[in-house]
């Protein structure tokens, strides 16, 4: 149950677009097509972004989209805005009902 | 709308114990796994517990096993996280969670001190 390994920070200019790496093993983000993704801003709850990998939730912008290759989720972020600045949590099924989150990355808008 | 309001958070010595709820409203609360998930104050997410449905099964992260108990009264929409044996590691803002293939729902979050 090692936590999967997310860069600690990203950034990017207004408009222009950033991509989030989320690693994890042949146990976990490999095996499973279970991984989402979440945005969190200080002081509130997490809010799901992507789910099953590329679903974006009803009211999620089309700004946000997610992949998988092999070990290795991301997720990029189209056309940053103001408001996208916040910390993101990839989570991946691991198997015998259990779950994995990554270590976070703080993204920051310029 | 789906509502997860937690409740039961506070200030416990090293040791003691502490049991949390969860009030679940706006959606079908017998036909969902639930999960608790806990954030460290400046830390990432971790996933504590989960249940089933119907209470039958109940799965928990390696550090918690033995010491906190997952459960939940379908009868009153509830989620419940017993703490025993807690430690200054286990200081946390404890969320619930709804499950189904993500965590596509949250509570605001209760927060757990455990310090002398």
């Known amino acids: 149950q090692s936590a999967l390994t997310q860069p600690p920070s990203a950034s990017g200019s207004p408009g222009q677009s950033v991509t989030i790496s989320c690693t994890g093993t042949?146990?976990?983000?490999?095996?499973?097509?279970?991984v989402s993704w979440y945005q969190q801003h200080p002081g509130k709850a997490p809010k799901l972004m992507i789910y099953?990998?590329?679903k974006r939730p009803s009211g999620v912008p089309d700004r946000f989209s997610g992949s998988k290759s092999g070990n290795t989720a991301s997720l990029t972020v189209s056309g940053l805005q103001a408001e996208d600045e916040a910390d993101y949590y990839c989570?991946?099924?691991?198997?015998?009902?259990?779950?994995?989150f990554g270590g976070g990355t703080k993204l920051t808008v310029l | 709308e789906v509502q997860l309001v937690e409740s039961g958070g506070g200030l416990v010595q090293p040791g003691g114990s502490l049991r949390l709820s969860c009030a679940a409203s706006g959606f079908t609360f017998s036909g969902y796994w639930m999960s608790w998930v806990r954030q460290a104050p400046g830390k990432g997410l971790e996933w504590v517990a989960n249940?089933?449905?119907?209470?039958?099964?109940?799965y928990y992260v390696d550090s918690v096993k033995g010491r906190f108990t997952i459960s939940r009264d379908n009868a009153k929409n509830s989620l419940f996280l017993q703490m025993n044996s807690l430690r200054a590691e286990d200081t946390a803002i404890y969320y619930c969670?709804?499950?189904?293939?993500?965590?596509?729902?949250w509570g605001q979050g209760t927060l757990v001190t455990v310090s002398s």
């Open positions: 969670a709804r499950e189904k293939w993500n965590f596509g729902y």
């Open positions: 249940i089933k449905a119907d209470g039958s099964e109940k």
């Open positions: 099953e990998v590329t």
């Open positions: 042949s146990s976990d983000v490999g095996n499973y097509n279970y």
């Open positions: 989570s991946s099924y691991a198997g015998s009902h259990s779950w994995v």
